[in-house]
């Protein structure tokens, strides 16, 4: 994850103090957020182990900012009846974009993480910065101009369809995105927003929205696999995703499949990207079409793993071929990623994941055939059931996480929408 720009230390003199009244602030705050049945102050007492007075200041001064509701006295106990608080979820608003190879979604989202609205449109991003940018600033502003949009805007959520390297994170990576060489992405958001920028890996969002919203809700350890151009994962231990030293955890779509096999755009050879990311299916449907076979997809231009997905759901013969056998590579590397990291759920997400059944069925049976029985027991694999903004809400879900740590956050947002 990378934050622009980084958030200040606090000074060394008064850290100590600060930083507990912080989390004891922000704790309060996690906790009625946790709960839109409402808490009481009690409650928050019994569970944070803050005292009482402690309780009643942060409260006050939360009820005084509009970020608790007080809500009505409840009766069912004897003695001074409390009074339920509540979170207020339309306080503010989180905007999330994500960024695709070929297409630019943005997400306005409450302080639930709930999506308000979103859009979506295809563009060429991997060959034209400049303009998926501007459709960025667009979508962002639009977003902030609904009748939905909140109180300030928190900072801009980011995913990016690629990892983010340490050294330099504010930049798509040059080998994969050769036109996005040195233009920095989030230092262009902020200097037009004047917001703060999160920004992460896409498949680290879309595990964040799993993992929040979805099938991980239970606090399961889980991994969502992307399965779009490119192939990624996002890995979610204990609720947190899992980055590894260099942010390179979860690319699971640059492991090998085949020793023997293609040459990857990565550089490596016989990824699993290479087998069944976009460009590996449509050439694929261009082989059999050339080979005489027919297909709904001859004359489909763009061709891309969407329109297999939809061919294949359809009952394409050429279609359901190449998509089965796509779930066959990938139940290899699900069958991998069960051995190694262990994980109850895995979530299937993506473009290609519309195919459904045809996908699922073969990536199942190859799972089970090829994974340890220990992890394979209690792992339940699935397709996300998220919907298409799926990426966009998880960057929103990392913008309300920072803001639930970093309470001010919420009074961030500066610059008037335009
Ligand atoms: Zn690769």
């Keep these: 994850m990378f934050v622009f720009p980084p958030r200040p230390e606090p000074t060394p003199r008064s850290a100590d103090i600060h930083l507990m009244r912080a989390q004891n602030t922000a704790t309060v705050a996690r906790l009625a957020w946790e709960r839109p049945e409402g808490i009481s102050r009690a409650d928050i007492g019994r ?29 069912t106990q004897v003695g001074r009846p409390p009074r339920i608080l509540y979170f207020n979820y339309d306080h503010n608003h989180v905007v999330g974009v994500e960024l695709g190879a070929a297409h630019v979604t943005v997400a306005l ?14 563009w060429d991003v991997a060959g ?29 959520g980011l995913a990016l369809p690629c990892p983010l390297d340490d050294r330099n994170p504010d930049q798509l990576s040059p080998r994969l995105f050769p036109a996005w060489m040195g233009v920095r992405l989030a230092e262009r958001l902020h200097a037009h927003f004047g917001l703060r920028v999160i920004a992460d890996n896409d498949a680290n969002c879309g595990a964040m929205a799993e993992a929040w919203a979805g099938v991980g809700r239970d606090g399961a350890d889980l991994v969502y696999i992307k399965v779009a151009t ?16 260099d942010g390179i955890a979860g690319e699971v779509g640059h492991t090998c499949i085949d020793m023997n096999g293609r040459r990857c755009r990565c550089g490596l050879q016989g990824c699993l990207e290479a087998e069944i990311g976009s460009s590996a ?23 891309s793993e969407l329109e297999i997905a939809n061919a294949a759901v359809a009952g394409d013969e050429v279609a359901r071929e190449i998509v089965s056998d796509a779930g066959v590579a990938l139940g290899v590397a699900v069958a991998n990623l069960l051995n190694i990291i262990n994980p109850t759920k895995v979530v299937i997400g993506g473009r290609l994941a519309r195919a459904g059944e045809v996908l699922l069925a073969p990536l199942r049976a190859t799972a089970r055939a090829r994974a340890m029985w220990t992890s394979l027991e209690r792992a339940d694999i699935r397709l996300s059931e998220l919907g298409p903004a799926i990426i966009a809400r998880g960057a929103a879900f990392h913008v309300i996480r920072g803001a639930l740590i970093y309470l001010d956050m919420f009074d961030e947002g500066t610059v008037p929408v335009r």
């Design 281 to 303: 299916l449509v050439d694929r449907v261009r082989e059999a079409l050339a080979a005489g076979r027919p297909s709904m997809l001859a004359g489909v231009e763009p061709l």
């Design 109 to 122: 989202c409450d302080l639930r993480g709930e999506i308000r609205w979103h859009r979506s449109e295809e």
């Design 230 to 245: 490119g192939v990624g994962a996002g890995i979610i231990v204990e609720q947190l995703p899992f980055r590894g030293a």
């Design 128 to 156: 034209d910065p400049e303009g998926a940018i501007a459709r960025i600033i667009d979508g962002v502003e639009a977003a902030r101009r609904r009748p939905e949009a909140r109180g300030r805007t928190l900072p801009i």
């Design 47 to 75: 569970l944070s182990g803050l005292s009482a007075s402690t309780v009643s200041t942060i409260v006050a001064q939360f009820l005084e900012s509009g970020l608790l509701l007080a809500g009505q006295v409840t009766t």
